[in-house]
């Protein structure tokens, strides 16, 4: 039995199979996202245990291949396996330890990447100061109370949950909320201008005079769902306040009173908020002499953290990120108008992996064609004499 | 110990290396399987921020000798915003869609609605826009090519606007009412402005020239209220507890708005619209070192860094009321720097001075005076 395990993840067949179906993932993948666009395809094919068939959630799902993450962890654990079973403390086998423990470290890097990296942007124009950034993706229900005057009490729902579960009972808030409908991609029409069939989904604010049609996924680098839900008020001790419409296209700001306090709701990019801020000074964008294409842009900001009494001046420009408290910023686009600049804000805390598992890996093919090399000229030289 | 006649040395670390290999294999499956961390419910508190909140800005971030926080209590609504309009735009009732309404009236009964509404960024997509405006006047959609031939561009302080102008008119529709609709799409950072005017073709064709203008005017209007309340913006707010301090303001000198990062700020204007920016800002602590702190200042001047030696050579301290200041003098190009701080109580003090070099020289003495006249409340 132990040696049936033993052999199955040392084994070299393991390694084709896993290898051979990467491939396979990576093809359907680089195709699915003609449809899903790169963002989906890449959560349901790679950042998965497996593909799952139907893809939308139609009360079952029958997993029709292995994931990205249980292809890697299976090499990952093959390559390990397969590594310790043929150890040999020698110094001509030091070139092939180097190059494994290279790949493991890059194997690793790349699946604790995927499950703890945050990607999110900070978009400021001229002058602008943020404390936060904003997921490019992923939306948030902020129920805010705002009632004190120096603070706002946040309570931020993922669209995930808002999705998965329909009644959100929180200890932050003094009613439950209940999800009415939830658009993944919606457009938000006036009643007036939507046709006679068309109902409001909701009964309070200015979402009971607009009409919610749902829309198919935006699959395009640049395109952005509109997302929208209708989402209904429960007081704990019964009764109902009402359904709001809450939308990413809905620029009104709705409130309402509940328990002597004022309530704020709204749908936005889930932010992530910093304990330092910073300031866009200017933003250059150059252009090739004649055209349109980028020469050049970059972007020069003032860093403010009052906890470390840092206030310095910097510019980021393309392979010259900003890296802060375990954060870097890239410069990542800016919009039409070079009205505002756009930054990559990347949390990884394993982003030195790749760079150490790429020295590893190069030191360790030096050392095995080095030992080689060396081995073969000598071999030449005693033929020779 | 042997448990499998495996050759090679790991055979008695066998039962402990198959342990160690499926705790591994468990962790890695587990941690994949888990829930991440972004699909929690997050709860926490912060500032006042103006995006969600028009409440009045932290007071306790301003120095109480600060100029009147005129604009300063939040974004204003578009609608709320003065912008003249023509004498026969009648204005109607807001509405909470709508920050902006007025009705034109024609001969024979010809009317024009006219609105603006603010939407989210996400909702500024021009051509699916265009094709619901078409959608209503009953026409057929048109794809990205034909709409680059219709539309206009209007630039703006807020950025490029752009203008459609759609002719059509709906099955059973009242021409008197409908048959033409001008619009505009003003894209921003966190909104979309989108003006209309929809209703009897000759009358909006011969409303155009002002509904432009206005469009013109509303975004200009937005523009200033963005620059004052991101001035207002109380990002990264100071100690609540942080001392207060008084100054004499030297004649003409001009004091404005401070910045979230800024204690105060004052402005000089000389000729040719020269203007030298003047600021106070504080930090706990240290603030920095100074040789960090002017090299800081040397660079946004366009000068290389020194070393340690030479900016300590550089720094000339200066005695006032109620503390002592170092101070440096730096010029480099055309702009030149006037710097002074103090560190005092655990809470460093910076003063500067920023602009053309011989405006600077001018308003030198000026910089001393109000040094000299900063006192300090603790």
Known sequence: MWRRVVDLFTSLKLTIICLAAAMVLIFAGTLAQVHLGIHEAQQRYFQSLFVWWPPESRGFKIPVFPGGHLIGAVLLVNLIAAHLKRFRLAWRKLGIHLTHAGLIIMLAGGLFTDLFAVESHMQLASGETKNYSENARGMELAVIDVTDSDLDQVTAIPDTVLRHDRAIDHWSLPFRIVVRNFYQNSRLKMLSEAGNGARPIANQGPGAMIAVQPAPRATGVNERDVTSAAIEILPKDGGSLGTWLVSDALGARQTFSYGGRTWM?????????????????????????????PKDFSSRVTLIDPERSVNRDVLIYMNHPLRYRGETFYQAGFQKDDSATILQVVHNPSFIAPYVACVIVAAGLLVQFGYHLVGFSRKRKAALA | MRLIGLEGKIDIFLPRFIFRLLCLAAIAIFASAC??????????????APLEESAPAQQNAMPTNAASPAGRAGVARAGSTIVSTPPNWEPQPLSQMRQGSFLVRGENGAVADISLVRL????GNVLDNANRWL?????????????????QR?????????????????KDADPAKDGRIVAAIAPGSTSTLFFKMRGNADLAEAQKPDFIKWVAAVCTAQAENKSRSTAAMPVAPQDS??????????????EVPPSSMRYASFT????????????IVTFPGEGGSNADNVNRWRQQIGLAPLDDKEIMSMI????????????????????????????????SWFFKMRGPGPLIEREKPKFFDFLRSIQFNS
């Open chain 1, 265 to 293: 709701i709204a749908l936005r990019p889930a932010r992530y908020y910093k304990p330092y801020s910073v300031t866009l000074q200017k933003f250059t964008h150059e252009r090739y002499a004649g055209t349109d294409i």
């Open chain 2, 35 to 48: 829930d991440r961390s972004d699909q929690e419910i997050k709860v926490y508190r912060i500032s006042k």
């Open chain 2, 120 to 123: 989210g960024a996400a909702a």
């Open chain 2, 135 to 151: 959608e209503q006047l009953g026409q057929p959609p048109i794809t990205a090519e034909e709409l680059a031939e219709i539309t």
């Open chain 2, 154 to 170: 209007l630039t703006t302080p807020i950025g490029e606007v752009t203008i459609v102008d759609l002719v059509g008119l709906p």
């Open chain 2, 241 to 254: 507890s942080a001392p207060e301090i008084k100054w004499k303001t030297p004649e003409g000198w001009t």
């Open chain 2, 268 to 279: 000089v204007s000389g000729r040719d619209d020269e203007k030298i920016d003047i600021s």
């Open chain 2, 316 to 347: 000339v301290p200066m005695n006032a009321r109620s503390t002592s200041f170092s101070t440096v003098d730096m010029a480099g190009g055309d702009s030149r720097v006037m710097a002074a701080w103090t560190r005092r109580t655990g809470r």
